[in-house]
Structures are given as C-alpha cells and as structure tokens.
C-alpha cells in the first residue's frame, strides 16, 4: 500500500521559499580515499573548508537564509527548525543535540530527519500545511572533509548476512556497477551517452562559482579511466565536497508579510518521496522505481500531466552521482520514453540552452556529492534559477523547475519537489 504526502496533509495555503543561504563549496572536501580521486582535470585544488566545522559552515549558511528572507528567528514563534544528518557522517550519536546553536534553534522545536535533504524540505513543508508552524528551517551538510572512512560507512549499510558476509572487503561500489550494467541492457542507452553526461555537467560547472570539478573533459577522456566497478570509470562517480544549506520556507500569509509582494518567492507545487526495497537482490537494477513513484505523486499534486512535461517543467536539477544516474532518472521521471536518454543528451537536448535543460548547475559531477545536503544544493540551484539569479547558468524564461535527489548508495530511496515563480 503506498500512502501519498497529499492523502495526508490538508490542502491548506501554498507553502514558498522566501530565504537561502549555503557556505562552503568551492572549497572543496578532500578526495581521498574515493575513486575519482585520480581525476586530475579538477579546476580547483583549495582544501580550506577543512579549517572550518560543520557548525561554522551552518552557521555562515543560516545567517545568509535569514538575511534574505528578512527574519530573524528568535522573534518567530510559530516556527520549527529540521536538520538532515545521518548518525555515521557525523560521527557522534544522536547529532541533532549539536544542531540548535548555529541555527539559533535553542528552546525551539527542532527534529533530525536522517535521510536527504529533500526529505526535510517535504517534512518542513508538511508542518506548514497541517497548520503547526508558519515557519519551518531547513538545513542538511556535508562535512566529508572530516570523515576518514567513508566506503566503511556505505559498507556498513548493506545486509552484513547476505551481501557484505560474502566478502568483508567488498568494494561499494559493485552495486553501481550492477545497476549501470543492467540499466544500458535493458533500455538500450549507450555507453557513450554515459560519458558526455560527465562532459556536459563538469563543463556546465565552469559557470558556477559553487564549483569544485569543473572542467572541459571529451567523453573518450572519461572512458578512458580506471574502472571502478565495471562498466562504471572513475570520472564517472562523483567526488566529494563540504557544504552546508539553509532554506527558510512560510506560509503564503507570512511570506507576503516577510518580503512585501510576491516577488522573489519560489513556490512549492508538489511534493513526492518513495523508498524501495532495502534488499539488493529484491530490486529491478534496471529502473529506479523510487523516482517514478515519489514523481507520480509530486506530478499529480502539482496539477502536471505526466504526458505533457515539456509545457509544464523549464528546468530539471536532477541525480548525477553517478553518469549513469542521470540517464536512469530521466527515464524514471518521464522526461522521456524509456531508452530515449542516451538520444537527449547525445543530440544537445539537456544542455543549459536545449529544450530540457538537465543539471544546468553542473550536478554531483561538476559541483561535488554532498551526501545528505545533495537534494538542498538541487533546491538551491533551482530556485536561483526561478528567481532569475543563475548569472551565467540562467535559463531563460525559467518557470517551473523539476528537483529529484536519491540517497545515495546503497539505499533505494528518492524524493521530488516541483518548484515555481508563479
């Protein structure tokens, strides 16, 4: 039985985003102990986010979304602060207890979704609409920088009877290399189309000063280098960054009351999240069955015929930590037919100026992964878009965009949120 987010929120006022803010970036995360570590095209080569905590980097986030939302938080009483953090990354128990001071959350409610921040942008938008809050704060992190273990941590989380017993050294990374394989199978997408899915977001990359793996690479360069987990190479898998975001979302009445009118406002039109089998053996490889059906139900709040996107959606920030993502999820979204990926991104269709814009940001590929905080970085890119303030990466005419993240490995979980100027 699936139950739907709008089966069980009231259809109340339209919830909007009236603040964003993010630190860190571009001064990116180390890459050891990571695959793509051998990438040596990366533009910028600056570690100083090392220097800061994940408090400091909230912190700078926070009173960035506070100042552009006009707010100040402590004088809300009607508000509810969500962090996304996951126990492991943190590497203390019970995290959210180190949340409330940098947010300037003390003595006010604050709850942890462990999950992307995607997740917490639907919690957040729940609360408004059920009339709890008038206000809800977002914020979700990475601080890889810190972390020394990480393929320990994604091998922790498989099934340690069935999976990770079979070999306590195995790589992660093999569930990628499954997927990527049985995905080109079955739907006929080419391997090629893989690689200048790499090409184009690392080059969108360039225009984004939030970048830390841009670069102007050819597709034969990307087939060329190391194999992690076969067909998949090291330049296409994603490499780590530090960041953190913060999104004040309101109520329709306190967003007017916050910035006077309407402009400026990126609206939430629909909301959807699944989670699949947690079992590895039990799942379809080929299709990412989360993205369809947390799509259906965001398509279907938002008043969007499923058959006609492309009047309805301008822009898609959507999941590239691997190349090979990409292709499946806009499959999965109905961006096009199944099998029609690899032709899109081949002919120029998902480039910044094409007819679908796809990951104009650059994505997990050209910006960096971000763990938890890789849902809010799409949200962020998309509303500078709708807001008109992309600088160099703008779409033009930017309506409606489309954002969808997934967990990451070894999960089968996703979200998606329509986003709107109107």
């Not at 604050?110 to 992307?116: E, G, K, N, P, R």
């Not at 008109?388 to 990451?408: D, E, K």
Request: glycine fraction near 8%; aromatic fraction near 8%; include cysteine.
């Amino acid at each position: 039985m699936i139950i739907e987010v709008m089966d069980i929120i009231p259809k109340g006022e339209r919830v909007g985003i009236v603040g964003i803010g993010y630190a860190g970036f571009a001064e990116r995360a180390s890459t050891k102990d990571h695959p793509s570590n051998s990438d040596t095209t990366n533009t910028n080569t600056s570690t100083s986010t090392t220097r800061y905590s994940y408090k400091e980097l909230m912190f700078l986030a926070a009173r960035m979304a506070y100042e552009d939302a006009g707010i100040i938080v402590r004088k809300e009483d009607r508000i509810s602060f969500i962090c996304c953090t996951e126990d492991f990354w943190e590497g203390n128990m019970i995290s959210d207890e180190y949340m409330p001071d940098q947010l300037g959350a003390v003595l006010r409610p604050l709850c942890t979704v462990a999950a992307d921040g995607l997740y917490g942008l639907i919690t957040g938008f729940m609360q408004i609409r059920s009339g709890l809050v008038d206000v809800a704060v977002v914020e979700a992190h990475s601080k890889l920088s810190d972390v020394v273990s990480r393929k320990e941590i994604v091998r922790f989380a498989l099934d340690p009877v069935y999976i990770r017993g079979i070999n306590p050294d195995i790589d992660p990374y093999f569930i990628a290399g499954l997927e990527m394989n049985r995905f080109l199978y079955e739907t006929g997408n080419s391997r090629e189309s893989c690689a200048n899915v790499v090409s184009k977001n690392k080059g969108n990359a360039l225009a984004n000063p939030r970048a830390c793996y841009a670069s102007n690479v050819d597709s034969s360069t990307v087939l060329s280098s190391p194999v992690v987990a076969y067909p998949l190479t090291s330049m296409e898998v994603s490499n780590y960054a530090d960041a953190s975001i913060v999104v004040v979302l309101a109520s329709e009445h306190k967003a007017r009351m916050l910035k006077g009118s309407t402009n400026g406002i990126v609206w939430i039109d629909g909301v959807g999240l699944c989670s699949d089998t947690p079992w590895i053996h039990d799942r379809d490889l080929a299709d990412a069955t989360y993205a369809s059906l947390a799509a259906e139900m965001a398509y279907r709040m938002a008043g969007i015929e499923i058959d006609e996107l492309s009047k309805y959606i301008d822009l898609a920030e959507i999941d590239d930590t691997f190349s090979y993502k990409e292709l499946q999820h806009m499959e999965a979204l109905r961006l096009c037919r199944k099998g029609e990926a690899s032709m899109l991104v081949n002919e120029g269709c998902t480039a910044r100026d094409g007819d679908m814009p796809v990951n104009p940001s650059g994505g997990s590929l050209g910006v960096g992964y971000l763990v938890e905080a890789t849902g809010m970085h799409r949200v962020l890119e998309a509303t500078l878009q709708l807001r008109g303030s992309a600088g160099s990466m703008q779409v033009q005419g930017a309506r409606r965009a489309l954002v969808q993240s997934w967990r990451g490995l070894p999960t089968a979980s996703g979200a998606v949120v329509i986003l709107s100027n109107q």
